[in-house]
């Protein structure tokens, strides 16, 4: 007895894709020009100033708001990506990194709340969260690219898709870390829910809730690079050029200016969230 | 205190459990108690049919162990946990079916609570904590942080105003809790056992502003404590909690002299009596007295008033040569304390028939 028994999911979500893909194209077609438009603008608003320029106005920004190392650092990193003859493609990098940061938490953060809330929000989105973080991104990129094509778009969502889950899963914890006295007080004080919420729970939760916010920074930085791959331009592309070309200076610049963005950010939001109470 | 009771509750009964729907009927149409209700529905009974007012100005402490749903009958006076069964009034006006409008309002202006944690915004200073109440009540800022000063200032933190919670003690973290409610200015204040994670020197502190500070600005306060001491020093009256139900209602002297069963005996047996019994409970009538003592004219001896500690006789008696203390009620003689009575008094006894020196 020789039976052999396998079963491809892909024989029921192929035709499903292209059964999207054919009905709905004028959606994602809408869909992409918004993204596009959308990158564009925040590349040219970028872009507005010269690359010393903005350093500048970064590292004051830096130093004002944080620190001088802050401001050192941000010297340092960025100037490194201009010196590497990176400086828009690091520009690129970084307003894919904004907005998908941004869409991710538009996502995250109210669903989190909601899991807070309710118990079996929690249960039902905890499955969904497990798969979105392990299924290798490469599996989602196929079926983004069918629909949206080569493109920054495709990257963009690919993107959302990995960092949402851990602001996502930080968002309730953050909130579920919050002793119920003060859920008490907010009641026994007569205020109203949202209230009790932005004025109590979210600035004690503030401190795991940036937590979240750099993991979901630093998780969509990495996937913005392997987007690369989709054509999403940036200095993932440049580290993509190096591999298909064999060319370790093209790569190891672009590989070492992402390192330089990545522990940008990740100070960046680490200073936020060690900044001292009592210090505006 | 007999005067109309500010809040009060009627038959309340909080019940816990899988069951509960079916235990609180039980309770309506049967009329069970609480042993059955447990017995029966295998339910948690929070609280079990509990009478308690308030009276305007009082201060009732709510004594008993953990588990004894004090911290549960609180949060039934405001509502933070609804009632299974019986009402609760607010001047006449029932809690349990208001509006959440109303219960908001009610919350914010008429019924202040001070939590056991302390539940002081960290990014916050302590004028801005202060202040929270009224920032929930929308009142603008320029008001609220005049009004939270002058409340700080009556807690005694007048010099802290831009301080960080975490820059003050423990102590002085309960005051600003303290001020928080006292900022909005509400008739009723909830107190779920404000100062029991304090040490014992700033305990007592705390609890003679607490009592000063309430009765100077006539507020009422329903307060829970699992410290006979601190119900003692703070309550005009005492509600003793077993259980779920109020074992005993009565003044600290009732309930040190006359403990209504064991439980409440053994609650009262280490307390001292110095402070805490008056002459009029530990002497003999001035009739009985010079009939069995007719050799003793007691206007030869030195006086009291009725409300006079024991503490105070003690130290008559031991400075003096008399054996006996003349009790007076508004300077006319009403009876006599003698050497064997207030020994008895200091034990919790009331005086025994005999009349010996």
């Known amino acids: 007895?020789?039976?052999?028994?396998?079963?491809?999911?892909?024989?029921?979500?192929?035709?499903?894709?292209?059964?999207?893909?054919?009905?709905?194209?004028?959606?994602?077609?809408?869909?992409?020009?918004?993204?596009?438009?959308?990158?564009?603008?925040l590349l040219s608003v970028l872009s507005v100033l010269p690359a010393w320029a903005l350093i500048a106005v970064i590292a004051l920004l830096g130093w004002k708001l944080a620190t001088w190392r802050i401001a050192l650092l941000v010297v340092g990193t960025l100037g490194f990506c201009w010196l590497m003859g990176l400086w828009e493609a690091t520009l690129q990098t970084i307003a894919l990194v904004l907005l998908a940061v941004f869409l991710s938490i538009t996502i995250a953060f109210p669903l989190g709340i909601w899991a807070a809330r309710n118990k079996r929000a929690e249960a039902a989105l905890r499955p969904v969260l497990d798969i979105m973080q392990t299924v290798p991104p490469w599996v989602y990129l196929v079926p983004a690219v069918i629909i949206f094509s080569l493109g920054r778009t495709p990257a963009l969502i690919a993107t959302v898709v990995y960092g949402t889950p851990p602001m996502l899963r930080l968002t309730t914890l953050a909130l579920?870390?919050?002793?119920?006295?003060?859920?008490?007080?907010?009641?026994?004080?007569?205020?109203?829910?949202?209230?009790?919420?932005?004025?109590?729970?979210?600035?004690?939760?503030?401190?795991?809730?940036?937590?979240?916010?750099?993991?979901?920074?630093?998780?969509?930085?990495?996937?913005v690079v392997l987007a690369g791959l989709v054509g999403a331009g940036g200095l993932g592309a440049e580290v993509t050029r190096g591999l298909t070309r064999m060319e370790l200076g093209v790569g190891l610049?672009?590989?070492?200016?992402?390192?330089?963005?990545?522990?940008?950010?990740?100070?960046?939001?680490?200073?936020?969230?060690?900044?001292p109470i009592g210090k505006r | 205190m007999e005067n109309e009771p500010l809040i009060?509750?009627?038959?309340?009964?909080?019940?816990?459990?899988?069951r509960s729907d079916a235990a609180i009927r039980a309770v309506k149409e049967r009329g069970i108690g609480k042993a059955e209700v447990m017995q029966e529905f295998n339910c948690v009974v929070g609280v079990a049919d509990v009478s308690l007012?308030?009276?305007?100005?009082?201060?009732?402490?709510?004594?008993?162990?953990?588990?004894?749903?004090?911290?549960?009958?609180?949060?039934?006076?405001?509502?933070?946990?609804?009632?299974?069964?019986?009402?609760?009034?607010?001047?006449?006006?029932?809690?349990?079916?208001?509006?959440?409008?109303?219960?908001?309002e009610v919350r914010a202006k008429k019924v202040g609570m001070v939590?056991?944690?302390v539940t002081l915004l960290p990014h916050r200073t302590v004028l801005e904590n202060a202040a929270f109440g009224l920032e929930v009540q929308k009142i603008d800022k320029a008001r609220r942080h005049e009004i939270a000063g002058a409340a700080l200032a009556k807690v005694g933190l007048g010099d802290w105003l831009n301080r960080y919670p975490h820059e003050l003690s423990g102590g002085m973290q309960q005051r600003v809790g303290l001020a928080r409610a006292l900022a909005s200015d509400p008739e009723?204040?909830?107190?779920?056992?404000?100062?029991?994670?304090?040490?014992?020197?700033?305990?007592?502190?705390l609890q003679n502003e607490f009592r000063q500070l309430s009765k100077e600005l006539g507020k009422s306060a329903l307060f829970i404590t699992h410290d006979l001491d601190e119900a003692i020093r703070l309550g005009d009256r005492i509600a003793v909690m077993k259980d779920g139900a109020v074992v005993q209602l009565g003044t600290a002297e009732d309930i040190v002299l006359r403990p209504k069963d064991a439980y409440v005996e053994d609650?009262?047996?280490?307390?001292?009596?110095?402070?805490?019994?008056?002459?009029?409970?530990?002497?003999?009538?001035?009739?009985?007295?010079?009939?069995?003592?007719?050799?003793?004219?007691?206007?030869?001896?030195?006086?009291?008033?009725?409300?006079?500690?024991?503490?105070?006789?003690?130290?008559?008696?031991?400075?003096?040569?008399?054996?006996?203390?003349?009790?007076?009620?508004?300077?006319?003689l009403v009876g006599v304390v003698t050497l064997r009575s207030l020994l008895q008094g200091v034990r919790g006894r009331e005086p025994t028939e005999e009349i010996a020196l």
Request: with cysteine; proline share 5%.
């Open chain 2, 115 to 117: 939590f056991q944690s």
């Open chain 2, 8 to 18: 009060e509750c009627k038959s309340v009964w909080k019940i816990f459990g899988d």
């Open chain 2, 188 to 205: 009723i204040i909830l107190m779920d056992e404000p100062f029991s994670a304090l040490d014992p020197l700033i305990r007592r502190q």
């Open chain 1, 176 to 223: 579920n870390q919050v002793p119920k006295s003060f859920l008490e007080l907010g009641e026994a004080l007569g205020a109203p829910r949202l209230t009790t919420l932005f004025k109590i729970e979210l600035p004690i939760a503030k401190p795991t809730l940036l937590v979240g916010l750099n993991q979901c920074i630093l998780l969509s930085l990495a996937m």
């Open chain 2, 267 to 332: 609650f009262v047996a280490g307390v001292s009596r110095l402070h805490l019994v008056k002459a009029h409970s530990v002497m003999h009538h001035v009739g009985d007295f010079q009939s069995r003592q007719p050799g003793v004219n007691p206007a030869t001896l030195p006086a009291v008033p009725v409300d006079a500690e024991l503490d105070t006789l003690i130290q008559l008696m031991t400075k003096g040569h008399q054996d006996s203390v003349a009790v007076t009620d508004a300077g006319k």
């Open chain 1, 253 to 275: 610049r672009a590989g070492l200016s992402i390192v330089a963005v990545a522990l940008l950010f990740d100070r960046l939001s680490q200073a936020a969230l060690n900044r």
């Open chain 1, 1 to 41: 007895m020789n039976m052999s028994f396998s079963y491809s999911p892909g024989d029921v979500i192929a035709p499903a894709i292209d059964w999207l893909n054919t009905n709905f194209h004028p959606l994602f077609a809408a869909i992409s020009l918004i993204v596009e438009t959308i990158l564009d603008v």
């Open chain 2, 53 to 104: 007012g308030l009276g305007k100005g009082e201060i009732l402490c709510v004594m008993g162990l953990s588990g004894s749903g004090k911290s549960t009958l609180i949060r039934l006076f405001n509502r933070l946990i609804e009632p299974s069964l019986g009402q609760m009034l607010l001047h006449g006006e029932d809690i349990g079916s208001m509006s959440l409008e109303r219960l908001r």
